[in-house]
């Protein structure tokens, strides 16, 4: 019986530990990792100064909904790049709680990034103003996945 207890316990352990990363040779990337099916643990980063396909990346964001903790809004990387040399390392994390119900709705996580051509104008304009005289096109990306895999 004590066999069982701790291979079952070990087993439900390892299987309590899901994630979800994008990591790579880039330093522009997120993850979202579950512990215990109780919470999440998300991340984002960028770095302004390095050339990730023809673009510099100048934000992003994570974002959960739809579990205990309700709706967090984007949670953006805190501040911005100042040029194409700019080398530091803009983040932001979040610990989000899971609720242990089965019937409760499926907690979604979303992320995003907003890049720049590489060779586009500095300093940036704003990020949410709606400039015609704006010489550099900032294109966003938006994902949601499911959190988990329940």
């Not at 316990?9 to 040779?25: K, V």
């Not at 949670?75 to 989000?96: E, F, V």
């Amino acid at each position: 019986m004590k066999k069982f207890i701790s291979i079952t316990g070990a087993i439900l352990i390892a299987a309590s530990a899901f994630s979800i990363t994008a990591l790579g040779a880039s330093p522009n990337y997120y993850s979202n990792t579950e512990e215990f099916q109780l919470y999440y643990k998300g991340y984002i980063q960028v770095q302004g100064s390095y050339n990730n396909g023809g673009y510099n990346y100048i934000s992003g964001y994570i974002r959960y909904s739809g579990g205990a903790s309700g709706d967090t809004g984007r949670l953006y990387t805190q501040g911005t790049p100042t040029g194409p040399k700019d080398n530091a390392i803009y983040s932001r994390s979040h610990t989000y709680r899971d609720t242990l119900n089965p019937w409760a709705p499926q907690t979604k996580f979303n992320y995003g990034f907003s890049k720049i051509p590489v060779g586009s104008a500095w300093p940036l304009p704003s990020l949410a103003a709606n400039n015609d005289n704006q010489t550099t096109t900032i294109i966003h990306e938006d994902y949601e996945i499911p959190a988990s895999s329940r």
